[in-house]
C-alpha cells in the first residue's frame, strides 16, 4: 500500500542537524575523533536542588495522575522569578507553561493566524519561529537582518509594508534576543521602539526569551515584558533549558497579555492534560532557587567564547564575538564564497569539527556558520589548534 503524505511534508526533509549527526556517527564509527559543536545542548548538569526536587516528587505515587494544570506553586514560582530577576510583575492569568519553548511556539500560531495571515519572522533566526506558523497555514514573512544594522529589524521598512492599513497587514512578528543564531544582544531603545510600532500597527509581538541568562561582556540580559507597555502588545517565551540545564525536561512557560494567554491555555486543553507533576516541581525549586549557579554557568560560557572566538581570530579566522547565547556565529572563510555547507564538510573531514551551516537559519544566514558552546574550553583549545594544522583556512 502506498500512502499518500500530505503536502506540507515537501517542507520537511530532513533537517541538517540529522545530516551532521549520520557524518558524526560515521565518523566515530570508523575511530575518528568528533568536536561536536552543532547542536545546542548544554553539557552542564542541573543543579542539586532542581534534580532532588524533581527526584523527591516522582517518589509520590499521586504525582502520576494527569496534572491537568499548573499547580499554584507553579504560577507563584515564575512571579517570584520574573520580579526578583526582571523587575517584572505578572498577575496568575498572565502565565501558562508549555512543553518547551520550541513546543509553546509551534502551537501558539495556530491561536491568532488563519490560512493566508502573514506572520513576520526574522532572518536568519532560528527555524522553528517559521515551522510553527507554517504549520497553521500562515504566509511567512522573513525581515531581514543584517550584521551592518546590528542584527536588529528596520521597522520602518516592515511598516511600510505590512503595516496599519498595508494591503498585506501583518498579524504578528516574532523576535528574540539574544537572537539564536546570530548571537547579538537588543538595545533597550529597540525595544520601546518595537512595543511603540507594534501598538501602532496593531500587530501582536511574540518574544522568545531563550538566552537573557547567558548574556556576556559585563550586561545584563532583559526581559522584553520589562518595558512599559509590552504586555498590551505581546507575550513571552521563557524556558528554563539554557539557564537551568532542564532540558529534557521541556519546561517553558509564555507570558504576558493575558487575553492571548487565556487563548492558548483553551487550545491546549484540547491537546494535551499538563505537565508532569514532578517535572513542575523540579521547575519550582530552579524558578525560586539561588542564582549563583546560573551566573558561574555563564562565566564559564564566556570563558567558552573567548577560547573560541578568540583561538579562531588569532589563527586567522576573523570570529566576531558572540554578545549572547550559548553560540558563536561568522563569516566562513572568503575562498568558499557563500557555499557554506562546502565549508562545514570540508572542515569536518580534515579536523573531526562539526558545525551548523548559516543557510539553515534562512536565506542571509549563507556564507556563515554557527558553533554551539558545549564543549570545554580545553577541548576548544584543542580543536583550534588542529584546524590552525589541516590547511582549511589557506
Known sequence: MTIELAQRMKDYEAGIFQVLNEKKIEREKAGGKVFNFSVGTPDFE????????????????????YSLIDIPELI????????KRYGVSLEKDEIMSVYGSQEGITHIAFTFANPGDIVLVPDPGYPVFSIGPSLAGADLKPYKLYKEKGYLPDLSEIEKLYGKGSPKKA??????????PVCKCAPDSFYEELIAWAKKNEILVIHDNAYSDIVYDGKIGKSFLAFEGAKEVG???????????????????????????????????????????????GAIAALTGP??????????????????????????????????SMFAWTAIPEKYGKDDVRFVMELFEKTGVLCTPGSSFGSLGA???????????????????????????A
Open 46 to 65: 542541573p543543579p542539586k536542588h532542581i534534580i532532588d526536587a524533581l527526584v523527591e516528587a516522582a517518589k509520590i505515587p499521586a504525582n502520576y495522575k
Open 76 to 83: 507563584d514560582a515564575v512571579i517570584c522569578r520574573y520580579s
Open 171 to 180: 498579524k504578528a512578528i516574532i523576535v528574540s534576543y539574544p537572537l539564536n
Open 235 to 281: 507575550v513571552e517565551f521563557y524556558s528554563l533549558s539554557k539557564s537551568f540545564n532542564y532540558t529534557g525536561a521541556r519546561m517553558s512557560f509564555v507570558v504576558g497579555n493575558k487575553d492571548f494567554v487565556a487563548a492558548f491555555k483553551r487550545l491546549r486543553s484540547q491537546i494535551d492534560y499538563g505537565i508532569f507533576l514532578p517535572v513542575q516541581y
Open 291 to 324: 542564582d549563583d549557579c546560573v551566573k558561574e554557568q555563564c562565566k564559564e560560557y564566556e570563558k567558552r567564547r573567548n577560547a573560541l572566538c578568540d583561538g579562531l581570530t588569532n589563527i586567522g579566522w576573523k570570529f566576531e564575538r558572540s554578545q549572547g
Open 367 to 393: 556564507g556563515h556558520v554557527r558553533f554551539a558552546l558545549v564543549l570545554p574550553v580545553p577541548v576548544i583549545e584543542e580543536a583550534v589548534n588542529i584546524i590552525a594544522s589541516s590547511g582549511v583556512l
